[in-house]
């Protein structure tokens, strides 16, 4: 028995030598990826997981949800008001015209985090607003509105006072600096 666990052991260590061996090998690879440095081929890929939705109607049929219910409503509370002021944030930061790029990016993004947000029960409330409202992209001011009107629908259903959404954009200007620059990696023309 003490023979077969050494053998096992020994075996174990051989495969996590091998594994640390090989990572350590391609380090410098790994370290490189970037959407840019991968070919047409694998961008077409990447290109239909994250636009989703442009091309057909992505809240067809049931979409699963990923977390649990979150059983602590302390946290739960911290958790909304965080994402929620994230959302008006980034609104308040969305172009004013938007590409196409960046129309599907902000669709993919409410659709993934519709799927993935830690709070099941949250998650799945937000997919069926969304099944029932798609969002609105189409510019800055849109997408402002849309959230500030989803942010009241949830406040109605947790009796939460109504926010007054002509005031959205002053109430979460982040103070970033200005918002007519996009941002171009270094050595990306």
Wanted: neutral net charge; proline residues 4%; charged residues 20%.
């Amino acid at each position: 028995m003490i023979k077969i666990r050494s053998l096992l052991l020994l075996l174990a260590l051989v495969a996590l030598s091998l594994l640390s061996f090989t990572a350590f090998q391609y380090r410098d690879e790994l370290q490189d990826r970037s959407l840019t440095n991968y070919d047409s081929e694998d961008l077409g890929v990447f290109r239909n997981i994250l636009n989703v939705g442009l091309s057909g109607n992505m809240w067809q049929g049931d979409t699963h949800v990923v977390m649990g219910k979150m059983a602590n409503e302390t946290l739960r509370a911290q958790l909304g008001q965080r994402t929620w002021y994230l959302l008006h944030v980034m609104a308040s930061r969305y172009p004013e015209e938007p590409s196409k790029d960046e129309r599907e990016a902000m669709q993919s993004f409410l659709f993934l985090m519709s799927r993935l947000y830690p709070c099941g029960d949250c998650a799945h409330h937000f997919q069926q607003h969304l099944k029932k409202h798609p969002p609105i992209v189409s510019s800055r001011n849109d997408l402002e509105q849309y959230l500030c009107n989803m942010h009241n629908v949830v406040n109605r259903s947790l009796n939460k006072p109504m926010f007054n959404c002509t005031q959205v954009h002053e109430t979460y200007d982040c103070g970033c600096g200005p918002d007519n620059i996009r941002y171009k990696p270094h050595g990306v023309t």
